[in-house]
T-cell receptor
Framework: LAKTTQPISMDSYEGQEVNITCSHNNIATNDYITWYQQFPSQGPRFIIQGYKTKVTNEVASLFIPADRKSSTLSLPRVSLSDTAVYYCLVGDWRSGGYNKLIFGAGTRLAVHP | DAGVIQSPRHEVTEMGQEVTLRCKPISGHDYLFWYRQTMMRGLELLIYFNNNVPIDDSGMPEDRFSAKMPNASFSTLKIQPSEPRDSAVYFC?????????????FGEGSWLTVV
C-alpha cells in the first residue's frame, strides 16, 4: 500500500491561496491520488482526483509532478468555510480493493479572518 | 439525490445494550461501506459490501460487531453487547463502480456514546 505523508496542520488567512502537499514515494503505477475534505460533524467529502499532471475543478486544483511521488492540493482564495481536515489518499480501488483506501491523519487547515 | 442517509444521528446507550445503526445508500450504488472514526484511530474501514455481499470484514473489531445488507437499499451495523470503547462516529458510505477512480460518498454519521 502506498503510504502518504502530509502536514498535520496548516494555518492561513481569508483570501490567500493554500497549498497542501502530500508525499507518496511508493505510489504504484495504477494508483490514483484522491483528496477528501471533512468538516466538523460531517462525513468526508470528495474534492478532487487525478493520475498525473494537473486537474482542476470548481473547488480546487491538483498538481502531480511527472514522477508522481507527491501531489499538491491547491485551494484558491480560501474563506473561513474552508476550515476542515484534508485527506490525501493513494490507491487503485477500481472494481473493488477498497480495503486499500486508507485515510491517514489528514491535514487540519485553519483559516483565520 | 438525497445522499447517504444514516440513522440514528445520535445515540447514547448503556454498556451491554445492543446498538443498531442503519444506512440507506445512494440509489444505484453497488458498494456500501461502514467506517468508524475516533480521535485516537482516525477513520477506519470496518467492512464493505459489493452488490449486497460482504467483501472484506477484516476491519470489524471483534465478534460483537456484525453488519448486514439484506437488499441494495439498506444496511445495518450492529454492536452487541456494546462497550464504552465503542463510542465513536460511525459513517456509512456508498460508491458506484465505474471502473475508474471511484468516488465514495459519505453519510452524516451516527454519533454513538456508550456509558
Amino acid at each position: 500500500l502506498a503510504k502518504t505523508t502530509q502536514p498535520i496542520s496548516m494555518d492561513s488567512y481569508e483570501g490567500q491561496e493554500v497549498n497542501i502537499t502530500c508525499s507518496h514515494n511508493n505510489i504504484a503505477t495504477n494508483d490514483y491520488i484522491t483528496w477528501y475534505q471533512q468538516f466538523p460533524s460531517q462525513g468526508p467529502r470528495f474534492i478532487i482526483q487525478g493520475y498525473k499532471t494537473k486537474v482542476t475543478n470548481e473547488v480546487a486544483s491538483l498538481f502531480i509532478p511527472a514522477d508522481r511521488k507527491s501531489s499538491t492540493l491547491s485551494l484558491p482564495r480560501v474563506s473561513l468555510s474552508d476550515t476542515a481536515v484534508y485527506y490525501c489518499l493513494v490507491g487503485d480501488w477500481r472494481s473493488g480493493g477498497y480495503n486499500k483506501l486508507i485515510f491517514g491523519a489528514g491535514t487540519r487547515l485553519a483559516v483565520h479572518p | 439525490d438525497a445522499g447517504v442517509i444514516q440513522s440514528p444521528r445520535h445515540e447514547v446507550t448503556e454498556m451491554g445494550q445492543e446498538v443498531t445503526l442503519r444506512c440507506k445508500p445512494i440509489s444505484g450504488h453497488d458498494y456500501l461501506f461502514w467506517y468508524r472514526q475516533t480521535m485516537m484511530r482516525g477513520l477506519e474501514l470496518l467492512i464493505y459490501f459489493n452488490n449486497n455481499v460482504p467483501i472484506d470484514d477484516s476491519g470489524m473489531p471483534e465478534d460483537r460487531f456484525s453488519a448486514k445488507m439484506p437488499n441494495a437499499s439498506f444496511s445495518t451495523l450492529k454492536i452487541q453487547p456494546s462497550e464504552p470503547r465503542d463510542s465513536a462516529v460511525y459513517f456509512c458510505a456508498s460508491s458506484l463502480d465505474r471502473g475508474l477512480g471511484n468516488t465514495i460518498y459519505f453519510g452524516e454519521g451516527s454519533w454513538l456514546t456508550v456509558v
